[in-house]
């Protein structure tokens, strides 16, 4: 088959595909939540069956499967809130995951993100929220990765995962849209905390690390 046919059908079952999605979408209020489940997984199974064999996609199919699995794992995310279900739970989780992944917007991405930790708080996954916060704070703009970090490390009562958030903040501190004075003060309060912390966990070359850190920087201020 010629490339030109392949182009040319997979455009006909991109169009076919985004018709579907419409049908089920424009009656969706009138639709049970069993019912939205069974056919929009539908939709899905058309993707895969036809377009899941590429990835490169346009920008409407992306916002449409963006949708679709977000939509299902909200249904399952609330039933298992409703139930206590641990079941409805990782359902929500495997789809939420597959949202993040069709996701574009950093909006779209932090509020999966954001109920994904939830989600894996419920469940007691403590390596899996860790792993979530840290995805969530990546996908800030440069310059706002610094204050995410920090929130992080501010939230944490385990003073490994703090010192993990504020190792981390440390090399966010530069890209801050701030002054090069509140940049080293910055500086200056992350390298107090984390000194502090890892003589607590006795990592004592990180400890001589930072303080080598923190009097270089007293030194450029004054």
């Given at each position: 088959?010629?490339?030109?046919?392949?182009?040319?059908?997979s455009?006909?079952?991109?169009?076919?595909?985004?018709h579907?999605?419409?049908?089920?979408?424009?009656?969706?209020?009138?639709?049970?939540?069993?019912?939205?489940?069974?056919?929009?997984?539908?939709?899905?199974?058309?993707?895969l069956?036809f377009?899941?064999?590429?990835?490169?996609?346009?920008?409407r199919?992306n916002?449409?499967?963006?949708y679709?699995?977000?939509?299902?794992?909200?249904?399952?995310?609330?039933?298992?809130?409703?139930?206590?279900?641990?079941?409805?739970?990782?359902?929500?989780?495997?789809?939420?995951?597959?949202?993040?992944?069709?996701?574009?917007?950093?909006?779209?991405?932090?509020?999966?993100?954001?109920?994904?930790?939830?989600?894996?708080?419920?469940?007691?996954?403590?390596d899996?929220?860790?792993?979530?916060?840290?995805?969530?704070?990546?996908?800030?703009?440069?310059?706002?990765?610094?204050?995410?970090?920090?929130?992080?490390?501010?939230?944490?009562?385990?003073?490994?995962?703090?010192?993990?958030?504020?190792?981390?903040?440390?090399?966010?501190?530069m890209?801050q849209?701030?002054?090069?004075?509140?940049?080293?003060?910055?500086?200056?309060?992350?390298?107090?905390?984390?000194?502090v912390?890892?003589?607590?966990?006795?990592?004592?070359?990180?400890?001589?690390?930072?303080?080598?850190?923190?009097?270089?920087?007293?030194?450029?201020l004054?």
């Amino acid at each position: 088959m010629l490339k030109s046919d392949v182009a040319t059908s997979s455009g006909r079952w991109e169009k076919h595909f985004l018709h579907l999605y419409k049908i089920v979408h424009e009656r969706e209020r009138y639709l049970s939540n069993e019912a939205k489940v069974v056919q929009y997984g539908a939709v899905l199974r058309y993707f895969l069956k036809f377009l899941g064999h590429d990835d490169r996609h346009s920008l409407r199919v992306n916002l449409v499967l963006y949708y679709i699995f977000t939509k299902l794992g909200d249904i399952y995310y609330k039933e298992g809130l409703q139930n206590q279900d641990n079941g409805r739970y990782f359902l929500a989780a495997e789809y939420y995951n597959e949202a993040l992944q069709f996701a574009r917007r950093l909006d779209d991405k932090r509020h999966v993100l954001a109920v994904l930790k939830e989600i894996y708080y419920y469940l007691g996954d403590e390596d899996a929220c860790l792993k979530i916060e840290k995805n969530w704070a990546e996908n800030h703009q440069p310059k706002d990765k610094f204050a995410a970090y920090m929130l992080l490390a501010q939230n944490s009562d385990k003073p490994q995962i703090k010192a993990c958030f504020l190792a981390q903040a440390l090399e966010m501190v530069m890209a801050q849209e701030e002054s090069f004075y509140t940049k080293y003060q910055n500086t200056l309060d992350v390298c107090s905390q984390l000194s502090v912390l890892y003589e607590l966990l006795g990592e004592k070359d990180n400890a001589n690390h930072v303080k080598v850190l923190r009097d270089d920087t007293l030194k450029l201020l004054n």
